[in-house]
């Protein structure tokens, strides 16, 4: 396992020292791990299972696999919580497909997280039909995705990417960018508002070519 970039956050650096005792089978730095990261996990899978019961099942594959694999984490590569969201969600997405079943509003997950880490964008904007995060994870046309993400600013396409596909929170989405949180948190908002509009409006699209192909 490579060393960590010395100017990582300090809580990336400590991830990746856990990672590193967890890949030599030390179970109390495993343990520590998951209650460093469990909070931030679980609402990455709720956030695309509303099942709460399911995504709870999903949450014991996700450190089952990270345990395993701990010791193949290299931080030349990703961060530690990058890593550990892509198995989150990846798992996530797997077992929406295994279920077969549709996604339902649940509330949102209670953390430990702050307002300034990941807790105002995404919770707030749940309704009726599938999240903007959700059809994200779920846009099975790579074209559409593609148009409602050039549909985005530059500001918003990169804060997104880093937010949901990297897994960084908002602070550190704006450290990364060198901007405000409170602007950070701003184009987030919007393009997800974006988003969501624009795939809605694919999926009516599909429906409705669908009915009239039938």
Partial sequence: ???????WPEKSQELSHLL???????????????ERTSAHLFAVVLRINRDRGQAEDVLQEVYVNVWRSASSFDAAQ??????????ARNRA????????????IAQPAQSNLT???????????????????????????????????DSLSAQQRQSVALAFYDGL???EVASHLGQPLGTVKSWVRR???????CLDNASLRDRRGSETAG
């Fill in 191 to 197: 393009a997800l508002a974006t988003l969501k509009s």
């Fill in 115 to 149: 307002e300034d880490e990941d807790s105002d964008v995404y919770e707030h904007m749940a309704d009726p039909a599938a999240g903007p995060l959700e059809m994200l994870s779920q846009a099975s046309d790579a074209r559409e995705l593609t148009h409602c993400m």
């Fill in 169 to 171: 929170t908002h602070a």
């Fill in 78 to 87: 990703s961060q530690p919580l990058t890593w550990m969201t892509s198995i």
């Fill in 20 to 34: 590193s005792r967890a890949g030599l089978g030390d179970r109390a730095a495993f343990a520590t791990l998951y």
């Fill in 1 to 7: 396992m490579s060393k960590p970039p010395s100017d």
């Fill in 93 to 104: 997405i797997d077992g929406l497909r295994r279920a077969q079943t549709t996604p339902r």
